[in-house]
């Protein structure tokens, strides 16, 4: 029986959330939600919500720490995508989704993965969670496995929508989303894995991010929420 490889993938994020960055991330995003107890635990309950297997896998064990600092690759950017020129949250979402969900070890290095995803995150410290992203990328051994099998990645995201229970906090406070601009936006899809010996697959992925988008600007990533939201 072939042992599964190891698989970058979304994990059951915002357990390890410090208390002050949860209520930040969330009060910037869905700031009516606080005055809604049930609204605010879909929101911001710790561990991915599972919808059979439409949803993110768990990460590998032993995901980089809150505090790590995403490093300058030393040359180039290998595979990594760059963030897009767009200000629309939904489709800005959809491309970060894909972001995520793709990689290539064969010329891509843990380094590079990490600081590729990083220019992706707003520059606004108050409102980024880079935790969250960063914790998506297996630790320095796991990574190292994965090359050793030339694993990678691709995906095709199916669509993006904004949360129900965001859509109506918006429409009860409009005015609401004005402070820090940040969209809470869930995009599903499917990765399709394969590995130099010919082996491969694919599943269904699912993740809510949070997207800043302030007018006149293009968006960028603020953080990757702690459950799926439908």
Request: negative net charge; hydrophobic residues 40%; aromatic residues 6%.
């Amino acid at each position: 029986m072939r042992k599964r490889l190891p698989v970058l993938s979304l994990s059951s994020y915002g357990v390890g959330w410090s208390a002050n960055r949860r209520i930040v991330i969330v009060a910037v995003a869905v700031a009516v939600l606080l005055a809604i107890a049930a609204t605010v635990a879909v929101l911001t309950g710790g561990g991915n919500s599972h919808h059979a297997r439409d949803t993110a896998a768990p990460a590998p064990t032993g995901s980089p720490s809150s505090s790590e600092v995403a490093p300058e690759p030393s040359s180039g950017s290998g595979s990594m995508a760059k963030p897009p020129q767009i200000a629309e949250p939904v489709a800005f979402a959809k491309a970060a989704a894909e972001m995520l969900w793709s990689y290539d070890t064969r010329d891509t290095s843990r380094d590079q993965q990490l600081a590729g995803m990083r220019t992706w995150v707003t520059k606004e410290t108050k409102y980024a969670d880079w935790a969250s992203v960063s914790g998506q990328v297996p630790d320095p051994v796991l990574w190292s496995r994965m090359a050793d099998q030339d694993q990678h990645a691709t995906a095709h995201v199916t669509e993006g929508h904004y949360p129900s229970a965001f859509q109506q906090a918006l429409a009860e406070d409009p005015s609401a989303i004005t402070e820090a601009y940040v969209y809470v936006v869930t995009v599903n899809g499917k990765q399709h894995i394969g590995w130099k010996t010919g082996g491969g697959g694919a599943e269904d992925r699912a993740v809510t991010l949070a997207v800043q988008c302030r007018p006149h600007d293009d968006c960028s990533l603020a953080a990757i929420a702690p459950q799926v939201t439908q």
